[in-house]
């Protein structure tokens, strides 16, 4: 028995030097000293390769790379681009989508969605006489022809790959040849600027974490919800609007302390010669946080997503002649764009309502004098930004629970619960603005405008 062990034994350990013999034969090291590749880099492509659904975004890249060789600098690539790339997604989420929250393929595929689709258009910029473009299109113009590399390093970035957040590929292509930095020839200052932004991510996980388990959008489907008084179901439905939003701003803030990092959150120095580091900022923190008004919350939140529809769908239709118009098509394509769920319709559909009726809210208070005085009394400031903080929110809570509920028969649940107060609030408003602004304004305050 004991020479059978031993033999048995003597077989395994000579069978583990032959494997272990074979791997070294294998190893990455000398894989990648055969390709010319550092070891590193060999083992960041095949992680990158193991996700058995890297194919979806491979074959848009190359895809994306052959339109660009193939059509060149016209506007058949940029349609081409916009029509297969937005085709690409929505066929990805009509088959992949359920009525919960998914973390699948396209919410990355999202993400690189906008990047290709910017990439086409900078490329188109870049073919034009540099006089006919904006200074914003100047900057984003792209005059070289990248390469295959260039376009799936800038795809890839793995800093942004996830969730975000949007960057030009003139802005990459500066990175790749060392020039974000703020000392010329050295690394980066970055790893302060980057730990504060990471920091402050953490902060904001913690809370979340802490909380959600208390804060949630199934509650809103209860019957429990429904039971407890109008005021409960209102005030409950403001802190869930403003604390949802949490998750978002932690995986922002995370990201871009990442970006940061590398150096892609350079952004130039400011007048007295410090370095600034937010050319990656998806979120202003102190704004988001304290700023009382619907546009605030907007130019504060998810900042280069707003800024990328901004430069390639808002200004682009320029030519239709009609700012709403080009407003309410930039909305219907995030919308589209986050997926077809009828809760997003609905969503950016108050967004675009909501911002119409602030601005008209805000403009009738400017021009009417009576109400500029009122506004300007010093000892009502708190209670203009309470009640101001508490419309803001209560109604950020009501769209947001269309965008997270998703289907119809969830949202328009919640939305009977609370007798759809948000659309008969803001609706209402739109149309008796104007009349209270022609009561309220002196004809004189409206020559002088008009002059």
């Not at 529809?309 to 200004?315: D, H």
Request: hydrophobic letters at 45%; one cysteine or more.
């Amino acid at each position: 028995m004991a020479s059978s062990a031993e033999g048995d034994e003597g077989t395994v350990v000579a069978l583990a030097g032959v494997l272990q013999s074979g791997f070294q034969e294998l190893s990455l090291n000398k894989l990648a000293t055969s390709l010319g590749a550092s070891e590193q880099a060999l083992r960041l492509i095949i992680s990158i390769f193991l996700g058995n659904q890297l194919y979806h975004s491979l074959l848009c890249i190359v895809l994306q790379f052959l339109i660009l060789r193939l059509m060149g600098r016209t506007i058949t690539a940029v349609l081409t681009t916009f029509c297969f790339q937005m085709a690409y997604l929505l066929a990805g989420y009509y088959y992949t989508a359920t009525g919960n929250y998914d973390i699948k393929w396209t919410m990355p595929h999202c993400v690189l969605t906008l990047k290709l689709i910017g990439l086409a258009v900078d490329y188109f910029d870049g073919g034009k006489d540099q006089n006919s473009l904006s200074s914003e299109q100047q900057k984003y113009a792209i005059r070289g022809v990248p390469s295959l590399l260039e376009v799936a390093g800038f795809s890839y970035f793995y800093g942004a790959f996830l969730v975000g957040p949007q960057f030009s590929m003139n802005h990459y292509m500066k990175l790749v040849q060392g020039e974000l930095i703020d000392i010329p020839g050295k690394i980066p200052n970055s790893i302060i600027p980057a730990l504060k932004r990471l920091s402050l991510g953490l902060f904001y996980l913690v809370g979340y974490t802490l909380l959600s388990p208390h804060i949630t959008e199934d509650y809103l489907l209860t019957e429990d919800y429904d039971n407890h008084p109008f005021w409960f179901r209102c005030m409950y439905m403001l802190i869930w609007g403003k604390f949802v939003l949490y998750k978002y701003v932690t995986c922002w803030l995370v990201t871009e302390g990442v970006c940061i990092l590398t150096g892609l959150g350079f952004n130039g120095f400011e007048e007295k010669g410090k370095a600034k580091w937010d050319a990656c900022a998806n979120m202003k923190v102190w704004l988001f946080e304290t700023n009382p008004r619907f546009t605030g919350t907007i130019a504060s939140f998810n900042i280069n997503t707003n800024a990328w529809v901004a430069r390639y769908i808002f200004k682009r239709l320029k030519f239709l002649g009609n700012k709403e118009l080009s407003q309410g098509l930039s909305l219907l394509f995030l919308a589209l764009w986050h997926g077809l769920h009828s809760g997003y319709l609905v969503c950016f559909q108050m967004e675009f309502l909501i911002v119409i009726v602030e601005r008209q809210a805000a403009r009738l208070i400017q021009e009417s004098p009576t109400l500029s005085k009122l506004a300007a009394i010093t000892v009502l400031q708190p209670f203009y930004y309470l009640v101001q903080q508490t419309i803001h929110w209560l109604f950020m809570g009501y769209s947001m629970t269309a965008f997270c509920l998703f289907t119809w028969d969830k949202w328009l649940k919640v939305y009977k619960s609370i007798y759809f107060l948000g659309h008969i609030f803001f609706l209402s408003l739109l149309f008796i603005l104007p009349y209270i602004h022609k009561a309220m304004v002196p004809r004189k305050e409206k020559l002088k405008k008009m002059e």
